[in-house]
C-alpha cells in the first residue's frame, strides 16, 4: 500500500502528464488536420464551459487550435482560467450562470467592452494572458475600471479555434442570413437611458409585459451593449415571443462599432422580428446618451425613421429632466419616463414639475393599458397614463 507522500507524488505525476498531452495536442491542433487529432479537439471543445455569446456556434466546424496570431473582434478562443476574480460566473449559452474555478477551460470571443460602471477594455494585439471582462463570455484587455470592481477574471489563451482552411472562426459565420428588407414594419419602441443601471432592462421587461398581456405578439431586440443574455431572458420570461441581439448578427460586442454598421443591425433584426409576424418591438438601447454608438446611433436619420418614439429611463430627476431636453433637441419623439428615478415619489415629483411627460414606474408599465395607450396613441405619452 502506497503512503501519502507516495500518493501526492502519483498524482503530480498525472497532472504532469496531463499538461504534457495538453502541450502535445495543441502543437498537434496547430498544424496537423487527421482524424484522430480532430476528434480529440472536439471532445476537448465538448467538455469546455461555453458562454452565452457562443450560443449559435456549430463547434464541429473547427479544425485545429492556432496558438499565434492577432486575435480580431468575435474571433473564438478556448481558454483556461488562471485566477477568478469580479466575473467568478460564466454565462451559459442557456442562461445559467456556472462558478468557474481556475483551471476550468471556457470558449470565449474577443471583443472590447464599454461599461462605466465595470471595465473599459479593449481586443488585445496578441494570444497573450488578458481578461474575461463580461460574463456572457468575453475576452479583452482591461485598459480602466471603476474603483469599486474587483480585477477582473484572469484567463490564458489556449488557441483560437479556426476551420480546416486554418482561419479563425468567427461570430459571424455563425450569424443570421440577411433579413428581407420589409416596407410595413410594425411600431419600435426604442428603450434608451442616462447610463448603465439606471433602468432600461426593467422598463424594457415591464413594457413587454404590458402589451403582452394586451394580446399583442411582442418582439424584444437588444441592439448594443455586450453580449449577455440577462436583456434577452427578461423580456423572454416578460412576454416576448421572439428575443434577438447583436450577438445572433455576429457581433460579441458593439463598442467602437461604427454608427452604419450599429443602423444595419438595428434595421436587420427589426426587419428579421417582421418577417416573423410580431405585431410591435421593444427595442433597447445599451449604455447613456453620452456613450459615442449610442448618441450617434440615437442621432441617426436611419434609425429614427426606425423607431416610433422612445421610453427613457433616468436614475435621478436631473438625468430625466437632462435627458428629455437631449431627446427634444435631436428630434426624438419621447414616449415617456421611467426608470431607477420612479422608486422615489419625490423624485417622480420633481420630474413631473419640469416637464411635460408621463413618469411611469414599471407598475405603469406593465398595464395594458397604460402599454398599448403609450405605444399606439397619436402623442405617444404624454396622457399615458390617464387616457
Known amino acids: 500500500m502506497k503512503t501519502g507522500a507516495e500518493q501526492i507524488g502519483s498524482r503530480m505525476k498525472a497532472v504532469v502528464a496531463i499538461s504534457a498531452a ?29 458562454s452565452f455569446a457562443c450560443r449559435r456556434i456549430d463547434f464541429s466546424a473547427t479544425d485545429r487550435l492556432l496558438r499565434k496570431g492577432t486575435p480580431q473582434a468575435g474571433d473564438l478562443l478556448l481558454a483556461r482560467v488562471e485566477t477568478i476574480g469580479h466575473h467568478a460566473k ?19 470571443a474577443f471583443g472590447a467592452r ?31 475600471r471603476h474603483s469599486k470592481t474587483r480585477r477582473a477574471t484572469r484567463i490564458k489563451p489556449i488557441g483560437l479555434l479556426a476551420d480546416v482552411r486554418g482561419k479563425p472562426l ?22 434608451a ?26 418582439a424584444g431586440i437588444k441592439v448594443s451593449g455586450t453580449g449577455s443574455g440577462n436583456d434577452l431572458w427578461s423580456m423572454a420570461d416578460a412576454g416576448a415571443e421572439w428575443v434577438f441581439d447583436f450577438t445572433d448578427l455576429g457581433y460579441a460586442t458593439t463598442a467602437g462599432l461604427p454608427i452604419p454598421s450599429l443602423e444595419q443591425v438595428a434595421t436587420d433584426l427589426v426587419d428579421h422580428v417582421t ?11 445599451a449604455d447613456g446618451l453620452f456613450q459615442a454608438e449610442t448618441s450617434g446611433l440615437l442621432q441617426s436619420a436611419t434609425f429614427q425613421r426606425l423607431v416610433t418614439g422612445v421610453l ?18 435631436h428630434n426624438l419623439s419621447l414616449l415617456a419616463l421611467t426608470g431607477l428615478v420612479t422608486a422615489s415619489p419625490l423624485a417622480m415629483r420633481e420630474v413631473a414639475a419640469n416637464i411635460d ?10 398595464d395594458p393599458h397604460i402599454a398599448t395607450n403609450l405605444c399606439f396613441s397619436v402623442g405617444g405619452g404624454t396622457n399615458a397614463r390617464t387616457a
Not at 118 to 140: H, K, N, R, T, Y
Not at 193 to 218: D, F, I, P
Not at 313 to 329: E, F, K, P
Open 275 to 285: 418577417g416573423l409576424g410580431a405585431d410591435i418591438v421593444v427595442l433597447e438601447v
Open 357 to 366: 411627460s408621463s413618469v411611469l414606474t414599471p407598475d405603469d408599465l406593465m
Open 114 to 144: 464599454y461599461a462605466p460602471d465595470q471595465f473599459e477594455a479593449d481586443v488585445p494585439p496578441d494570444l497573450s494572458p488578458c481578461e474575461l471582462v463580461a460574463s456572457g463570455g468575453i475576452a479583452a484587455r482591461v485598459l480602466s
Open 193 to 218: 437611458g442616462t447610463s448603465m443601471n439606471s433602468g432600461k432592462t426593467t422598463s424594457a421587461a415591464a413594457l413587454v409585459h404590458g402589451l403582452a398581456r394586451a394580446g399583442l405578439r411582442v
Open 90 to 108: 460564466l454565462e451559459s449559452p442557456a442562461g445559467r450562470r456556472a462558478t468557474l474555478y481556475p483551471g476550468d477551460e471556457i470558449i470565449v
Open 170 to 191: 468567427n461570430l459571424a459565420d455563425f450569424a443570421l442570413p440577411r433579413p428581407v428588407p420589409r416596407g410595413n414594419r410594425p411600431i419600435v419602441v426604442a428603450i
Open 22 to 50: 495538453e502541450a502535445r495536442l495543441s502543437e498537434d491542433c496547430e498544424v496537423g488536420r487527421s482524424s484522430s487529432v480532430n476528434a480529440k479537439l472536439i471532445a476537448r471543445l465538448n467538455k469546455a464551459r461555453k
Open 312 to 329: 427613457f429611463a433616468a436614475s435621478n430627476s436631473m438625468g430625466a429632466v437632462g435627458g428629455a431636453d437631449w431627446l427634444a433637441r
